[in-house]
């Protein structure tokens, strides 16, 4: 069990905060294999009973069966079980760069993660290490949901082509690249703008934070595969994912991060209005 902040091992503690960066944390947080770690009640450092998954009972009380006084659960010292040494958690980490696993698995794996459990993707990788790892998930994830989206390809290729007279497979091959390369540019973008509001509004962790939600956001950009309906449906995932990402990658509050996904698209919108209006 590790720090999502700075990778420092939480085992032995009385607290719920990181005695290295001074973040709390919270047994929620993370997911344990049932029967994987011990207990030591925090008055006579006497190892005690408790349930299978020390997420049954975070922030109860119980009586310690050793010096029988009432104890916060909270203050209980997790270490793991005999035999179990450090790999007590299941699926802690960012899978994107677990190894052992097929490419597919993986980034299912992470894509998955930013609806369920966004703040695992943030776990104990080096600082360039997670940036480099979640630039090429977007790439992939763009690359994969432009490239099959062939309702949404082939009608820009029927425009493309209606103007320039190319084969129809240099339209489609074109269309395809611009459009992963402007969504991959647009993310970019967006997290180059989203950071200053954090700073401004009260502070955040390097841009490298920034720039790995926005990549990893793109795994919302899932409905663009369905007919018709589906790009608008990203206009709606994608930034969601995206503010749930953020408040994750910060450890800052869901307000702050929806302000700064959203004043972009909202000033974007706003600003064309009154175009139109004054048109």
Sequence with gaps: MHCVHCNYSLWNLSTRVCPECGEPFALRDYH?????VTYTCPECERAVNGPEKPTDFDGREMRCS???????TATLALQPAAG?????????????????????????????????????????IKKRAATTAAVTFAVLTVALLVGS???MTSVLASGFRAFTRVPEFVAVVVTTATAVVA??????????LAHPVLLVTGGARPFGHTLQAMCYSTAALAPVLVPFIGPLGAIVTWPTAAVILLAAAHQVH???????????????????LMLWAYS
């Design 149 to 151: 989206g062939a309702f």
């Design 66 to 72: 050793v010096c029988r006084l009432l104890i916060p």
């Design 32 to 36: 344990f294999q049932p029967r994987s």
């Design 183 to 192: 969504t991959l540019a647009v993310t970019a973008l967006w997290a180059v």
């Design 84 to 124: 179990c040494g450090r790999l007590v958690e299941r699926g802690q980490g960012n899978p994107w760069v677990t190894a052992g696993t097929g490419l597919g698995q993986r980034w299912w794996d992470a894509a998955t993660l930013v609806w369920s459990r966004p703040a695992q993707l943030f776990i104990g």
């Design 254 to 272: 869901d307000l702050r991060a929806l302000v700064a996904i959203l004043w972009l698209p909202v000033s974007a919108v706003a600003t064309g």
